[in-house]
């Protein structure tokens, strides 16, 4: 067991193409997120999921579609990308997320490294 | 709007101190949490500051001063190992996480 997992860690893609990032956690946690790492900017939070409901979409485009099938997985699934979408995507679970007041610590993935041609 | 400021990249030397500064301007305080991230792996968990003071783990450290709006992370013994990003990321009214861009520490022999 291994906290939070990632798969791919890295991922080419074409613009036209579709592809899904997929997440997983052992942690026990009710809470998971998605979060764009890009160079030099501050983490990008996109998506958080409570107890597999969304709680949270940072005015994302449509082009990112998150899915949460049980509390121990997440996927994001991406289809025409922009070359501005290349960056670091992280994933992350906490015991409880912030709408339950938590000041929980968040866990994170190793990430998926995106490269959009 | 809320921001959080950090140094973009410092160097120190093997066996010495370095203190990382983080200040914030949030929509309120819920905590101040730093994490380490070494390139291509997972921020991991360092440290987190409710009150005011300096909370201390083996050789990192942490101040919070809510009144300055100001954190540092002090770095003791410094090790190649310790090359890393660092974090800082507040929790603000609404308990939402606000990220700095991260400090970049170089570490020379």
């Known amino acids: 067991e291994t906290g939070v997992t990632q798969t791919p860690r890295h991922l080419v893609m074409g613009m036209t193409n579709k592809k899904s990032l997929k997440c997983e956690q052992h942690?026990?946690?009710?809470?998971m997120y998605w979060y764009k790492q890009s160079a030099k900017k501050p983490l990008e939070l996109m998506f958080v999921y409570s107890l597999e409901e969304r709680v949270e979409n940072n005015s994302v485009p449509s082009r990112f579609s998150p899915e949460c099938p049980n509390s121990s997985h997440l996927f994001l699934h991406l289809h025409t990308l922009q070359p501005e979408d290349s960056a670091l995507y992280l994933c992350?679970?906490?015991?409880?997320?912030?709408?339950?007041?938590?000041?929980?610590?968040?866990?994170f993935g190793p990430g998926t490294r995106l490269t959009v041609l | 709007g809320q921001n959080i400021d950090q140094p973009t990249e410092m160097t120190a030397t093997e066996g010495a101190i370095v203190q990382i500064n983080c200040t914030y301007q949030?929509?309120?305080?819920?905590?101040l949490f730093w994490y380490q991230q070494h390139a291509g792996e997972a921020p991991t968990f360092l440290s987190y500051n409710v009150l005011d003071g300096l909370e201390e783990k083996g050789r990192f450290s942490s101040f919070l001063s809510r009144s300055k709006g100001y954190s540092y992370l002090l770095l003791k013994e410094l090790q190649m190992k310790d090359s890393a990003s660092y974090l800082c990321?507040?929790?603000?009214?609404?308990?939402?996480?606000?990220w700095g861009a991260g400090t970049k520490l170089i570490i020379k022999p």
């Open positions: 949030t929509s309120g305080f819920n905590g």
């Open positions: 990321a507040v929790k603000d009214s609404n308990y939402q996480l606000i």
């Open positions: 992350a679970s906490s015991p409880r997320d912030w709408t339950s007041g938590g000041t929980d610590t968040q866990y």
């Open positions: 942690l026990g946690h009710n809470a």
